[in-house]
């Protein structure tokens, strides 16, 4: 096996450069990407063509069918792009393939997720004596959050579920309003608590919380303890849950407050939002993504803990060839989901480091901007109709042009939606908001400017009015 790393870095190098020069330019999915992806061969050959062989079938192909997502007009789901620091940082950790399980196998690794961690906390505003972790992303998080509070519920009831398990017990009651994220279901399926168990405390088409109701199942456990999913943003338009209040009521009954701010956590990052994070502080867990608002690289997640200990508890690992590595530094393996871990401290300290505090203050209030001239384009054009309101950087609309029946308008978005994306040119997704189909574009990428969202609109119209309408009855 020839040692061809120097030239195979400098190939990827010189098709890197032309991808990021090209990337302000070019339509964030090309003509043939779907092609290009299927013509990559499915037989596992016998013989092998080399490193620079196959790095440049990679390069040559898969350049042509990969998304433009770390661009600036990808508006689907609630994607980031990776600042150059965090870029730089990320192809750094892959040359050094750290495993940041603990100090013995990465000092780099652990002292750098150390730092991570306190300057994430001061981000966010988040009590400095609180614990934490990156994690993949926030599904990791949630799994890892909710694992220390199954263990605190199991705890309340008098035994220890890390090493018995749950058998026996009751049901854990969850509580949560029509907001919650899917992934925050998953894990409690993955935790063996039950995606059931999540009662949905909400009498509103758009999902918000029923306070009333939370307070009433509260009440009703007489003093057993329940866990209380928040939402710091939710998908289809930005809303918050009033976190405030679900401490207070988490507090007078005892429950575990949760607080999932995948995106939303970094309304923290500008004086013009934070009130929407009102309480957060009190929770008993957070959780967010990096490869969200901070701008990373995939992949990245971090969760925060008020009783970080809690950790240890569920993920440590014993083995004999390990048992003499725990010291005094903080070894990550034994507090999360992983063992064996990437270095992904690195690509979060550069980019905080690279642009402080500040840096991400005027990214996200320039993205809130964003966020609301798509909104003011929307209430402005006569075939567009907003269906929320813009607390953060979602914006959901739909197109209504006049004419068209209600009972018409689901499957005339849903064929504009699927037209978006094949177009290419910009990428928004549909979704489905108060029982109607949306658009519900994020603007998420610090590469995105004032003419990336105007072409947004535009295309929407231009691909809408192309649609054949149909009548009225």
């Known amino acids: 096996m020839k040692d061809d790393t120097l030239q195979a870095l400098e190939l990827v190098d010189e098709e890197a450069q032309r991808y990021l020069?090209?990337?302000?330019?070019?339509?964030?999915?090309?003509?043939?990407?779907?092609?290009?992806?299927?013509?990559?061969?499915?037989?596992?050959?016998?013989?092998?063509?080399?490193?620079?062989?196959?790095?440049?079938?990679?390069?040559s192909t898969g350049m042509e069918a990969a998304t433009r997502s770390s661009g600036p007009r990808f508006f689907h789901f609630v994607t980031g792009g990776g600042t150059p620091?965090?870029?730089?940082?990320?192809?750094?950790?892959?040359?050094?393939?750290?495993?940041?399980?603990?100090?013995?196998?990465?000092?780099?690794?652990?002292?750098?997720?150390?730092?991570?961690?306190?300057?994430?906390?001061?981000?966010?505003?988040?009590?400095?004596?609180?614990?934490?972790?990156?994690?993949?992303?926030?599904?990791?998080?949630?799994?890892?959050?909710?694992?220390?509070?199954?263990?605190?519920?199991?705890?309340?009831?008098g035994v220890d579920a890390d090493q018995e398990g749950l058998t026996g017990l009751?049901?854990?009651?969850?509580?949560?309003?029509?907001?919650?994220?899917?992934?925050?279901?998953?894990?409690?399926?993955?935790?063996?608590?039950?995606?059931?168990?999540?009662?949905?405390?909400?009498?509103?088409?758009?999902?918000?919380?029923?306070?009333?109701?939370?307070?009433?199942?509260?009440?009703?456990?007489?003093?057993?303890?329940?866990?209380?999913?928040?939402?710091?943003?939710?998908?289809?338009?930005?809303?918050?849950?009033?976190?405030?209040?679900?401490a207070d009521l988490a507090a007078e009954f005892g429950a575990w407050l949760h607080v999932d701010g995948a995106f939303g956590l970094f309304a923290a990052a500008s004086p013009r939002t934070t009130r929407l994070l009102?309480?957060?502080?009190?929770?008993?867990?957070?959780?967010?993504?990096?490869?969200?608002?901070?701008?990373?690289?995939?992949d990245c997640g971090f969760a925060f803990l008020r009783e970080p200990e809690r950790l240890a508890r569920t993920f440590t690992i014993s083995a004999d060839y390990i048992s003499g590595l725990v010291d005094a530094h903080p070894d990550f393996g034994h507090l999360g989901l992983e063992s064996s871990r990437r270095a992904?401290?690195?690509a979060v300290w550069a980019t905080l480091r690279a642009y402080g505090r500040s840096g991400y203050r005027t990214m996200v209030e320039r993205h809130l901007?964003?966020?609301?001239?798509?909104?003011?384009?929307?209430?402005?054009?006569?075939?567009?109709?907003?269906?929320?309101?813009?607390?953060?950087?979602i914006v959901c609309f739909r197109y209504h042009p006049p004419g068209v029946p209600e009972e018409e308008l689901d499957r005339l978005n849903e064929r504009l939606g699927a037209a978006v994306l094949t177009d290419g040119r910009v990428y928004a997704g549909t979704t489905r908001y108060a029982g109607k189909v949306a658009l519900r574009p994020a603007v998420t990428n610090w590469r995105t400017a004032e003419a990336d969202v105007d072409l947004l609109v535009e295309v929407i119209r231009e691909l809408g009015a192309r649609l054949p309408l149909p009548s009225a009855s």
Not at 278 to 295: F, I, M, P, T, Y
Request: proline share 6%; aromatic share 6%.
């Open 85 to 157: 620091a965090a870029l730089a940082a990320d192809w750094l950790a892959s040359v050094l393939d750290q495993n940041s399980f603990s100090w013995v196998s990465s000092p780099l690794g652990t002292r750098l997720e150390a730092i991570s961690v306190d300057w994430l906390k001061e981000l966010f505003y988040l009590p400095a004596s609180w614990g934490g972790i990156l994690t993949t992303g926030t599904t990791t998080a949630h799994i890892t959050a909710l694992a220390a509070a199954r263990g605190w519920w199991a705890e309340r009831h």
């Open 369 to 393: 901007d964003l966020a609301q001239r798509i909104a003011q384009q929307v209430d402005a054009a006569p075939d567009l109709e907003r269906l929320a309101e813009v607390p953060l950087n």
């Open 21 to 59: 020069a090209s990337l302000e330019e070019q339509p964030v999915k090309l003509p043939h990407a779907d092609e290009a992806a299927q013509s990559l061969t499915a037989d596992f050959p016998e013989e092998g063509m080399g490193a620079l062989q196959a790095l440049r079938t990679l390069t």
């Open 344 to 346: 992904r401290s690195l």
């Open 170 to 246: 009751p049901p854990v009651p969850v509580f949560t309003s029509g907001y919650v994220h899917t992934t925050a279901l998953k894990a409690l399926s993955v935790l063996g608590l039950g995606r059931s168990r999540a009662r949905i405390l909400s009498n509103d088409p758009t999902g918000k919380l029923d306070l009333h109701a939370l307070r009433h199942e509260l009440r009703g456990l007489n003093g057993a303890p329940a866990i209380v999913i928040a939402t710091a943003g939710e998908v289809n338009a930005g809303h918050f849950d009033p976190i405030a209040a679900m």
């Open 278 to 298: 009102e309480g957060v502080e009190r929770a008993q867990s957070v959780v967010s993504d990096g490869h969200k608002w901070l701008n990373v690289p995939y």
